[in-house]
């Protein structure tokens, strides 16, 4: 038993319970204006009393577990709540100090918005007083105040030194400048005083933001007796409802929240910035365990992979290497993995480096959280920073588009719709379901919904698919690219082609297919492109023909022309041009792509002449007769069933006839294409 345990006890009997959450079916509504959306939190070195101030402000000892009461250690998170002067309540998070335990640490204190940073007086800065310290800085927390604890077994000389000790450690955190108070937790000297100093400074606490979809890590989970799972931790975005359905994240589990506790009182709903106890239903509290998110359903995207900015501690004694195995803090978890260092081979200590972080699990991040990373062996915090948001696959290092990505994606990061705009030009060609947008940047849906229409109506963004899709317009620039040169493409490997299917087009240039169609639609807008039955060419595309090629052509198109409806098939086309299949069947291609010889059925072609020359003979009959006969149209073209049966097909599909038993009639005069191929 450690030397603070035995004084706690001997001063006063600990309040203690294993568990000291129990829902009950009333609901109490407790008053906004009594809780204060913030949580304060301890650090610094074991043994140097965080429990024991912890007790002397709120009467609650945090040590839960056995093993700690025995040991007189924290080794876990301990929570409890106090009052300010003023009656509002403050939650409080108690960390352990022992180094061994820093990952119980981290996942406490990313939670804290203010925090104390507790020295003994007997004992001054320690290892642990100056890792706690960088770690707080590490994850952005600019609000706290230096407990000097224990002044009751020095003399007030050494605590004048102490004092001296910790405002050197001080100078250049946030902690500069900030408040210095002594105290003793045994005897409670000073410990009104502390309180009267937390009152100052909690409202220059800015409270987490309470918009936004619901996320809470979990720093516990346990059951409680006939109310089945129960999480707990500080909601750092969001509100939860009683019956609101959650999503636990990475394990993609749903729930739904059965009953609500802050600060011990059950109530209807709880908000970001103070600690939360969540009675779920319909999971397993087995299955559940630190380190996982509760989030609101289809909201939060988990990954492997994480971008942002690192900062490699000054206090570090030598080169941080490509690819160091680390231990990824976020949140309350903490998971193996390596550094990629984006735009550097090595970073000296006090640098900073754009970095991925390849995980060997999925987290839950959001832009602008904050991970500290320490080595895997020895442990040690190296450092952490900021973090960009989630990839979907590796960056590749070393890069300058993927730096210059990530340095843009820096500059937008604290201006939601900025980010937004960048965060979907950098998927390039890939729309994003309007729906699915929440997910690149979870935000308030009615703010995401206007700031997607603003950027819409300013033509940074672009709907597609009738709204349903959104991409950006660089997208759209950059899919236009791709089009064209997919078409030089297949011309420089098919010199007699102009025309390609949007099938081989798609594959040619992997672009989702309501894209494609966007993209296509502009383009003939803008005279870039022709479209003939389907298919697409560049309108400037031109088809230069050797002499031989030309002469070719020019004796397929008399053939057809001089037989009109009695033209022969292309195998027999090929028979009375002397064999040469290959050469025919390219230039015949081309023939048929410009319109010259139009494909009426399989194997059936007539020279558009003809086409022409059989369609106005149609249309004098209709104006004379109700009625259009196959043998009508056998003496129209004066031809047999084999091109007059084909033809009145022919008619029926470009809209000029209807089929009425085994007679046509005109649909709508004037509707038809001269050809198919229009």
């Known amino acids: 038993m450690t030397r603070d345990t035995r004084r706690l006890k001997s001063a006063a009997k600990l309040r203690h319970a294993a568990n000291p959450i129990s829902f009950h079916h009333r609901v109490f509504t407790v008053s906004e204006e009594k809780i204060v959306h913030i949580t304060v939190g301890t650090a610094g070195h074991i043994d140097h009393g965080k429990s024991a101030l912890v007790y002397a402000l709120t009467g609650t000892h945090p040590d839960r577990l056995k093993e700690e009461q025995e040991r007189g250690m924290t080794i876990d998170l301990g929570y409890a709540g106090f009052l300010l002067p003023d009656g509002r309540e403050v939650g409080l998070i108690d960390v352990p100090g022992h180094e061994r335990f820093i990952k119980n640490m981290v996942a406490g204190a990313t939670g804290i918005d203010l925090v104390m940073l507790v020295v003994a007086a007997d004992d001054s800065v320690m290892p642990q007083t100056r890792e ?15 407990v000097i604890n224990k002044i009751d077994l020095v003399e007030k000389e050494i605590v004048d030194m102490v004092e001296e000790d910790v405002r050197e450690l001080a100078r250049g955190t946030f902690l500069e400048g900030a408040p210095v108070v002594r105290v003793s937790a045994l005897t409670h000297e000073g410990i009104d005083n502390l309180l009267r100093v937390l009152h100052s400074l909690i409202p220059k606490v800015k409270p987490r933001e309470a918009t936004g979809p619901f996320r809470m890590p979990i720093q516990r989970v346990f059951s409680a007796k006939g109310y089945g799972a129960v999480v707990t931790g500080v909601p750092v975005s969001g509100t939860v409802a009683i019956g609101d359905s959650v999503e636990i994240l990475p394990r993609g589990k749903l729930a739904r929240v059965r009953g609500i506790q802050v600060y011990m009182k059950e109530v209807s709903s709880a908000r970001a910035g103070h600690r939360t106890a969540l009675n779920l239903s319909d999971v397993d509290y087995h299955k559940l365990e630190r380190g996982d998110s509760v989030c609101t359903p289809d909201s939060f995207v988990p990954s492997q992979f994480v971008e942002g900015k690192f900062m490699y501690l000054a206090s570090a004694k030598t080169l941080l290497k490509q690819k160091t195995q680390i231990r990824f803090h976020v949140g309350t978890s903490e998971v193996m993995g390596e550094m990629v260092l984006m735009d550097r081979r ?12 390849w995980l060997e699990a999925p987290v839950v991040v959001a832009p602008s959280d904050r991970c500290v990373v320490r080595r895997q062996s020895p442990m040690a915090t190296i450092g952490g920073g900021l973090i960009f948001g989630q990839s979907e696959r590796k960056l590749k290092p070393l890069k300058a588009y993927v730096i210059e990505n990530l340095k843009e994606k820096e500059k937008v990061l ?13 998927r390039i060609v890939q729309p994003v379901e309007r729906k699915e947008v929440g997910k690149l940047l979870p935000i308030q849906s009615e703010q995401l919904e206007g700031f997607i229409d603003e950027l819409v109506s300013e033509g940074t963004l672009v709907s597609l698919a009738r709204g349903r899709l959104i991409i950006h317009r660089e997208g759209i620039a ?4 791709r089009v064209v040169r997919a078409l030089e493409t297949f011309y420089a490997k098919n010199p007699l082609k102009m025309y390609l299917e949007p099938s081989a087009l798609a594959s040619a240039t992997g672009l989702p297919d309501e894209l494609l169609q966007e993209v296509i639609l502009r383009l003939k807008e803008e005279k870039i492109l022709l479209e003939r039955s389907g298919k697409v060419a560049l309108a400037a595309r031109e088809v230069s023909l050797s002499r031989e090629e030309q002469e070719l052509a020019a004796a397929i198109e008399q053939i057809y022309l001089t037989e009109k409806f009695h033209s022969p098939a292309f195998g027999d086309l090929v028979e009375r041009l002397s064999g040469q299949p290959a050469k025919a069947k390219k230039v015949f291609d081309l023939l048929l792509e410009q319109g010259a010889i139009v494909r009426i059925a399989d194997n059936v072609f007539l020279h558009k002449s003809a086409l022409k020359e059989a369609q106005d003979a149609v249309m004098s009959h209709f104006a004379k007769n109700a009625e259009l006969s196959p043998t009508d149209m056998k003496n129209l073209i004066g031809a047999s069933r084999k091109f007059a049966i084909p033809l009145l097909e022919y008619f029926d599909r470009i809209n000029l006839t209807v089929r009425k038993e085994n007679v046509r009639v005109l649909k709508k005069p004037n509707s038809a294409r001269t050809s198919e191929n229009r």
């Open 414 to 426: 604290h201006s939601p719709k900025d980010l937004l705009s960048h965060l979907l030009k950098e």
């Open 478 to 481: 950059q899919a236009r690219e």
């Open 346 to 357: 090595t970073l000296k200590p006090g640098e900073e480096s754009y970095v991925q972080y």
């Open 132 to 146: 706690h310290l960088e770690i707080m800085r590490i994850l952005g927390i600019s609000h706290g105040l230096i």
